[in-house]
Structures are given as C-alpha cells and as structure tokens.
C-alpha cells in the first residue's frame, strides 16, 4: 500500500506572493491533518480535516487555509507568504480523527520564502 | 527531552547499548501519548503510544514508561542500532474536547558502531 504522498517536495517563494500544497493520504484513510516543522518551534499543529470538514485548528493566522476533496486529498494554502513561514510543512493521514488511529506522515514539503 | 532555541538535547550511545529518551509534558489532563521517530529528510514515524490508564508498554525493542505523577514520559530502545540514529520526539493529547496535538522539541540519538 502506497505511503502519504506530499506534493512539491521543494518550493521556493518570495514574500508576498501564495502557496498551495497537496497531500494525498494512505488510501482509504479519511483524516488528514497538516503540521509546520522549523528548528526554532518545533513540530506545530496546523488543522485536521476528517471527511471533508475542518475538525481542528491550531494556533495559526487566517493566512493559513486547507481544504479536503471527496477523494481525502488535502490542500493546504499559504497566502501572502512571510520569511517566518519558511519550514517543513507535513501532512499525516490516518483512517479515523486525531487520537483514534496511528497517523502516518508524509515526507514533507521544504517552503523557502525569499 | 526538551530543546531550547536550536540546539537540540544529543544522546550518544555505543551500538548495542540501551538507549533512554525522556519527554516532559505539562497538561496533567493528557490521556495519550505517543513517540515518534524522525530520520533526516522524512517525515516522523510512529514508534508506540501509550494511553494514561497504563504506566507501562512495550513493543518490539521498545518501552514507554509513563510518570503521571510527575509528567514524565521516556522511551527505553533496546540493543540500540546505528539504524536507531534519528530524532525522537513525543507527542501528548488533552482529553476531552478536540484533539490538538502537542509536542516536545526532540531528542537527537546518535548511535556510534
């Protein structure tokens, strides 16, 4: 069974401009959540979506936005990009909400702002 | 296994010896715990979790102790193997409403041949 896919693997951006990353998850799993790793704070929530509906959300500014498709492909969009938002950004899917299940990560997708 | 700034807590161990990694948490209202294992470039990977009605579990090579006393979470890794050599890092989940998830800064396990 294929793994959590992240797409890019690499993004270069400069401020001020947007984002969009994807996430396709373990097949069959409905809950995928999106996480922002950087050296200074670590691994950080960002939102879980479980069949189409945002459940959770971290403590993160509103430039911050996901969706989730029918399919469970999830898409996570930055907009007006700042040099903080430069990090690791990993996605997680697992069959049943955040707590119930082992979440399985994806690679990553590295975000560099300019 | 808390880090500050940067600079992550480094624990070199020889191949064969047991390593022990260590997690305070802070929200005595955790009920479930879990550690993770990160190699360089990947994303974490489940090792074993633990809910707060155990104080102890093991899985293969591996065991969660769990101090609700004092907060405390380690992971003892048995016969540790250069392949071991990652950051590990927990992770706890407050109970009742939704689940955010938290977690500690990592501890970086170098694991010498």
């Known amino acids: 069974k294929a793994g959590v896919t992240q797409t890019p693997r690499y993004l270069i951006k400069t401020r001020g401009q947007q984002v969009t990353l994807s996430c396709s998850p373990i097949?069959?799993?409905?809950?995928v959540s999106w996480y922002q790793q950087t050296p200074g704070q670590g691994l950080q929530f960002l939102f879980e979506y479980f069949s189409e509906t945002q459940r959770n959300k971290g403590n993160f500014p509103g430039r911050f936005s996901g969706r989730q498709f029918s399919n469970s492909r999830s898409e996570m969009n930055v907009s007006t990009l700042e040099l903080g938002d430069s990090a690791l950004y990993l996605c997680a899917s697992s069959l049943g909400p955040i707590g119930t299940d082992t979440q399985y990560f994806g690679p990553g997708t590295r975000l560099t702002v300019l | 296994g808390e880090s500050v700034g940067l600079h992550l807590p480094t624990l070199s161990v020889q191949e064969g010896d047991n390593s022990i990694i260590n997690c305070a948490y802070s929200n005595s209202a955790s009920d479930y715990f879990i550690w993770y294992k990160q190699e360089s470039g990947k994303g974490p990977q489940f090792i074993i979790d633990i809910r707060s009605n155990m104080d102890k579990r093991q899985g293969q090579r591996v065991t969660v102790l769990l101090n609700k006393t004092v907060k405390h979470l380690s992971l003892q890794i048995a016969a540790t193997q250069p392949g071991d050599s990652a950051v590990y890092f927990c992770?706890?989940?407050?109970?009742?409403?939704?689940?955010?998830?938290?977690f500690g800064r990592g501890t970086s396990l170098i694991v010498h041949p």
């Open positions: 992770a706890e989940k407050t109970s009742g409403g939704s689940y955010i998830p938290t």
């Open positions: 097949s069959g799993h409905r809950s």
